[in-house]
C-alpha cells in the first residue's frame, strides 16, 4: 500500500536515530571528562538530561512506525541503509483465509479502516440462537450435533444478554469433527444433546399459576397440596411444556390453580 504519511515517519525516525548518534558520543566524551574534573556537575547533567531525551524521542518514533505496520526488520534495514520508501507492507495479524477484499484499487484507505476480512479455519465457531425461557436448560459442554450432518461441536460460552429483537440467547460453541463440512456465515440447523438430561413434562394450562414473575404448579402431598416452582420450555395451545424439581410419579391438581394460590398466599381458607 502506497503511504505518503509513512515517509513522514521515517523522515522523523532517522531524524532521532542521527540525533541519538550525536547524543551519544557527547555523552560519552563528557562522562570521561567528569570523571577526570574536568567539567563542572552542571554540564554534566545537561549531557545526560539530553541523552536520555534523544534516547525518548528514538522509542517514539520507532513506536510510531510499528503501529503504523512497519515490521521490525523493516525498521532496522531503515536505520542501516537510510533509504525511505512510501511502500507499506499489509501483514494480517492471523493466518487464514482472505474471505472478502473490503476496499478498491487506488482508494484512499482511512486510518483504523478494515482492508480484508481473513479467517482462520483451525477454530470454527457455531452461534446457536437459544430461545431465552430455554437457556437454563443449556450447560457448557453440552453437545451440539449439526443436523444431516457428522459435525459436532461443544458449547463454550452462553451469552447473558438477551437480544430485543427475538428473544434470544447467544450460545458458542467450538466444531470438534467434521470441520470441512461446513463455511463461514453458512446457516445450519442444529441439536443440543445436553450432558445431563432435563426432564420436561407436558401439563395442562390450567395446572400453572403466576406469582412475583415465577410460574408454579401444586403437587399433593400427605396434608394437601404443596406449591413447585417450576421453568416453562415451550407451549402448545392449552397445554404448557414444563420442567423442575419433578418426578414422573408425581400428582399435581390439574384445576383450582387458582384457590389453590390464594390459600399458597394466605388469602384463603383450606379446603
Do not use: C
Not at 522509542?59 to 531503515?78: F, H, M, P
Not at 446457536?128 to 458449547?155: G, Y
Not at 400453572?208 to 394437601?224: M, N, P, S, V
Not at 423442575?244 to 390453580?257: M, P, V
Amino acid at each position: 500500500m502506497n503511504s505518503p504519511e509513512l515517509l513522514t515517519l521515517q523522515l522523523h525516525h532517522l531524524k532521532s536515530v542521527n540525533d541519538l548518534q550525536l547524543a551519544r558520543a557527547d555523552y560519552a566524551r563528557d562522562k570521561k571528562l567528569y570523571k577526570e574534573g574536568v567539567i563542572a556537575d552542571r554540564r554534566w547533567l545537561q549531557t545526560k538530561t539530553n541523552y536520555h531525551v534523544f534516547v525518548s524521542h528514538l522509542n517514539e518514533t520507532r513506536q510510531l512506525l510499528q503501529i503504523s505496520g512497519v515490521t521490525d526488520a523493516d525498521i532496522k534495514a531503515l536505520e542501516k541503509t537510510q533509504q525511505l520508501s512510501s511502500q507499506l507492507k499489509i501483514l494480517a495479524p492471523i493466518s487464514g483465509v482472505v474471505l472478502e477484499r473490503m476496499v478498491t484499487i487506488g482508494e484512499k484507505a482511512e486510518a483504523l479502516a478494515p482492508l480484508f476480512r481473513v479467517a482462520n479455519f483451525d477454530k470454527l465457531w457455531l452461534d446457536i440462537s437459544i430461545p431465552q425461557q430455554r437457556i437454563e436448560f443449556v450447560r457448557l459442554d453440552d453437545k451440539v450435533q449439526v443436523s444431516n450432518s457428522d459435525v459436532t461441536a461443544r458449547i463454550f460460552l452462553l451469552g447473558q444478554h438477551v437480544d430485543h429483537v427475538n428473544q434470544t440467547v447467544l450460545a458458542r460453541a467450538e466444531v470438534e469433527t467434521a470441520k470441512d463440512s461446513i463455511r463461514p456465515g453458512q446457516t445450519v440447523a442444529v441439536k443440543i444433546i445436553q450432558n445431563k438430561a432435563t426432564l420436561m413434562f407436558q401439563v395442562p394450562n390450567s395446572a400453572l399459576a403466576k406469582y412475583a414473575g415465577d410460574t408454579y404448579l401444586f403437587l399433593r402431598t400427605a396434608t394437601g397440596f404443596t406449591a413447585k416452582p417450576v421453568q416453562i420450555v415451550g407451549r402448545k395451545k392449552k397445554q404448557t411444556i414444563i420442567a423442575g424439581d419433578l418426578q414422573e410419579n408425581d400428582e399435581i391438581a390439574i384445576r383450582g390453580a387458582v384457590a389453590l394460590k390464594a390459600n399458597f398466599l394466605g388469602l384463603g381458607d383450606d379446603e
